[in-house]
């Protein structure tokens, strides 16, 4: 059975439709791609994941369940951690006052919190900047962070919203790095990502979408080689 | 039935003058996201103003709207200038310090009436304060008719000049996106200044014209400022139609409960309304035009 | 540490001893009001400052509080001291349905409401005359001539108000809060429940401050609507404790209470009598200035800001020597 199945999914704002019957599933263990162009739904569909707004027709199902209309917060209980593209550092607390606050999910006492939150920052190499305020963090610190306060919440699935972008060629392998070991930790992981580097080397299968609609589906060289895949990357750059 | 028309027909004509406040607000809420405190003092100011033109000056009430109008408006822009727009530099933990600093320049606005004028209650009494106009056994009010004239006057043109003029143009675009708005071009800072003084002008206006009916004193303040925020808040936030229907809610829904309940729980009608709209229509009467 | 213990340990026996040594009434009144305020602005304090949904309408839960205690004499022939725990549990009551309401809106919209709030309850007050006695008030007997035995349940009560704010602040439900202050959408996709611990900072806060309104009833003796639920000396007074004292710190609104308290009377007493007497007419505007200064230049309080203004002190004092 899959860990994450999303039915027909369609999410309309007020006549922009923005997400258009997609579905695809998320297997135990495995990460999956999300691509498509700017503006092509990706976003929308993890607003969607996590219920930060009602959808408008079809299904999320994970482990059984449906998501359609419960709290977010319920959600996150039940095992999805979220990242967010434009980064929500808790910007007047410490870095690990941020992942202590996440640890809670699961923990009730502070000590047993902290210390969970200490594993998960030197884990995400972030130990170093634990006294620093969340909003004093580089972009690179700041991306981190939206992880380690995912991974807090002791996820089965996350989801990471373009953690890549903005980062330098160094910072890059170490988010591929990260990923990686976290998935090894028995998590699976749904990425949103642009940068094709990073898309390549972890995924196992790649969903593509264009205007909310799926257009590729299929093993990284399938999508990558996929007509409709770069028509709508090479149309983007042309316009 | 013919106490329940007479009900409606005097809520439809404070309702026009309460729009006429309410937009006001709704302005400055579209263009700032915030709501202003002090609205119902500024009032208060150009209601002084009136009275001391007519009182000393023997100026007819409504001539005083040449001089309270323009005089609000410099008081409102200043306001802003000074007072509001060096707080978005400010770095505080509470994001509602612009909020709060309009409370602050109500209660100073208040105090200072107080410390001139006392306490006491002024009227400005005309000719034609209470005279009224029968069509059957309705009265209609003639100072009231006036008002509600010139509120469909301002109203009129305060919309042709959102639409029409490139300043009304780029307070729209400054209210729907303001960081899109700078990126065109826009200074924003200075439209906030503009508009803070439109809104002004605007309730000085209603000031003016509440004053032939209406009787003075520093804290009557604090009631309209409650009043024109209720509106708001029926109206949806940040829509001058919505102000204006919401103005007029709110007027009939005062009138129907002082004739019906009770004068001391007229003030209160709007609050409950107020409740109502956040329980079941949040968002306000917009929701219903959609605009 | 010995120099924190030392500090503890005299701050505790200066507040124990101080109506023993200073037998002025004049001056213990002075704080006892000051230490109901330390009470209110906390309160205020953990709601706005540490949980981010900044009230303009406290004066509900104070003035709730001081009708609930005065109700006791006036309908049940009982002690106004009843109302001391009730009032802190009808307040709570309240507040459940003013987060009801309230928790709707976000940011701006919240104090809004809460504002409007605080004016419906003022109205129902006024209005309901067989409940309240309207605006006739309630007037009471003291229980005690002296001011001592006041100063000490407030002073127990506003230490145990810091205690238990401060114990919060370090638990579970502390993080929770301030991460919604911080990111209300970041708190929820950490599995935070943000209506619900935003309605625990409001009980808790409400608590404490209906326990502070049936204080004043049974301290004061005498309440009306205008009073217990004035919008400018209750709503925003304890928006003004809590930021001249300091947002999110555990001593901000403590230190705030005392200054604030202490300005009011400067004015209201025209400088203890030694400016002219119309001074005291401006008190009110005295207040509203102080909140436009707040807030243009100590917008953390003198706590939060403490590190600032101690390098400008420090400056100026180098420039100077
Ligand atoms: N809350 C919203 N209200 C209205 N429209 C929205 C909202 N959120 C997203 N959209 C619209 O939905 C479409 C898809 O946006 P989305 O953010 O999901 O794209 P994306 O694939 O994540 O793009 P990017 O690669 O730039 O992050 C866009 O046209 C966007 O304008
Ligand atoms: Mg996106």
């Known amino acids: 059975m899959a860990l994450l199945e999303i039915k027909n999914l369609t999410k309309s704002f007020r006549g922009l439709t923005a997400v258009n019957n997609v579905s695809f599933e998320v297997h135990e263990g495995e990460i999956v791609s999300l691509i498509g162009p ?43 951690g979220r990242t967010f593209q434009v980064v929500k550092p808790l910007k007047r607390m410490t870095v690990l006052d941020n992942v202590t606050a996440s640890s809670f999910c699961r923990i009730n006492s502070i000590q047993d919190a902290r210390r969970k939150a200490l594993e998960i920052l030197e884990f995400c190499h972030l130990l170093d900047e634990k006294d620093k305020l969340a909003r004093s963090l580089p972009i690179g610190g700041r991306k981190r962070l939206e992880i380690a306060r995912a991974l807090a919440t002791d996820p089965k699935l996350l989801l990471l919203d373009e953690t890549a972008a903005g980062l330098n060629p160094s910072e890059l392998d170490e988010a591929i790095d990260l990923i990686r070991r976290i998935r090894e930790t028995g998590i699976s992981i749904l990425v949103v990502e642009h940068i094709m580097k990073v898309v390549m080397t972890i995924s196992d299968r790649i969903h593509a979408i264009n205007f909310g609609q799926t257009i590729a589906e299929g093993a990284p060289e399938e999508v990558a080689n996929n007509k409709a895949v770069i028509e709508a990357y090479l149309g983007e750059k042309h316009a | ?89 400010v770095e505080s933990i509470l994001p509602e310090n612009q909020v709060l600093m309009t409370v602050g320049i109500g209660m100073v606005l208040t105090e200072i009436a107080r410390f001139i004028f006392s306490s006491d209650y002024k009227t400005v009494k005309t000719s ?164 | ?188 996709s950490m599995g935070i429940n943000t209506t619900l611990y935003k309605n625990i900072s409001l009980l808790v806060s409400a608590f404490f401050t209906g326990m502070a309104g049936a204080f004043y009833m049974n301290y004061m003796a005498f309440i009306d609507p205008e009073v217990v639920f004035s919008l400018h000396f209750i709503s925003i007074m304890a928006i003004l404790v809590g930021i001249v004292g300091g947002v999110a710190t555990i001593w901000g609104p403590a230190v705030g209470a005392f200054i604030m308290v202490g300005l009011q009377e400067t004015f209201r007493s025209s400088f203890f009598g030694l400016a002219p007497k119309w001074i005291s007419q401006a008190h009110a505007l005295a207040f509203g200035l102080l909140v436009i200064f707040v807030i243009m230049y100590l917008p953390n309080g003198i706590v939060g800001d403490w590190a600032t203004i101690k390098r400008l002190v420090f400056r100026t004092r180098r420039t100077a020597g």
């Open chain 3, 1 to 188: 540490m010995q120099k924190k213990t030392i500090f503890w340990g005299v701050l505790a026996v200066v507040a124990l001893a101080f109506p023993l040594v200073i037998r002025s009434p004049y001056y213990q009144h002075l704080v006892i009001i000051s230490l109901m305020w330390v009470i209110i602005g906390s309160s205020w304090n953990l709601l706005a400052g540490y949980t981010g949904q900044v009230s303009f309408g406290h004066a509900i839960f104070f003035g709730v509080g001081a009708y609930t205690a005065g109700l006791f004499p006036i309908h049940l022939g009982l002690s106004a001291w009843w109302g001391m725990l009730t009032g802190g549990i009808v307040s709570m009551l309240v507040a459940l349905f003013v987060g009801w309401v309230c928790f709707r809106l976000r940011g701006p919209y919240f104090a809004l409401a809460t504002l409007a709030g605080g004016e419906i309850v003022r109205l129902i007050a006024t209005n309901w005359e067989s409940l309240t006695e309207g605006m006739v008030g309630i007037l009471i007997i003291q229980t005690f001539k002296s001011k001592l035995p006041y100063y000490y349940i407030v002073l127990v009560l506003a230490v145990a108000c810091i205690l238990v704010i401060e114990r919060i602040m370090k638990s579970k439900w502390g993080y929770y809060f301030v991460s919604i202050r911080e990111d209300q959408d970041a708190a929820e």
């Open chain 2, 1 to 89: 039935m013919d106490v329940f028309i007479q009900t409606i027909v005097s809520g439809i004509l404070i309702g026009g003058i309460y729009s006429m406040i309410g937009i006001g607000m709704t302005l400055i809420m579209g263009v700032m996201g915030i709501i202003n405190l002090a609205h119902g003092q500024l009032m208060m100011v150009a209601m002084y103003i009136t009275f001391v033109m007519a009182h000393f000056f023997h100026v007819d009430p409504y001539l005083s709207l040449l001089v309270a109008m323009p005089a609000l408006f410099l008081l409102g822009a200043f306001i802003q200038k000074t007072l509001l727009n060096p707080l978005i530099k």
């Open chain 1, 38 to 80: 700017n503006g092509a739904g990706k976003t929308t569909i993890f607003n969607c994941i996590n219920q930060f707004f009602p959808i408008s027709g079809g299904d999320i199902i994970f482990r059984g369940k449906s998501l359609k209309g419960m709290k977010t917060h319920k959600i996150c209980r039940l095992g999805i």
């Open chain 2, 128 to 291: 034609y304060s209470s005279s009224a106009i029968f069509i059957g056994k309705i009265s209609f009010n003639v100072p009231m008719c006036i008002a509600f004239g010139f509120a469909l006057f301002f109203t009129a043109l305060l919309f042709w000049f959102l639409l029409k003029t490139d300043l009304g143009r780029s307070i729209r675009a400054t209210a729907q996106d303001s960081e899109a708005a700078t990126l065109m071009g826009i200074n924003s800072s200075r439209i906030t200044v503009i508009t803070f003084g439109i809104g002004s002008a605007l309730v000085a206006a209603a000031g003016v014209l509440l004053m032939p009916i209406f009787y003075l004193f520093p804290d009557i303040g604090g009631a309209f400022t409650l009043k024109a925020f209720v509106i708001t808040i029926l109206g949806g936030l940040g829509s001058t139609v919505g102000a204006i229907v919401g103005g007029i809610v709110l007027g009939v829904a005062e009138s129907l409960g002082a004739t019906y309940i009770g004068m001391g729980y007229k003030e209160m009608v709007g609050f409950v309304i107020f409740v109502l709209v956040l329980i079941f229509l949040p968002g306000g009467l917009k929701r219903l035009t959609k605009i």
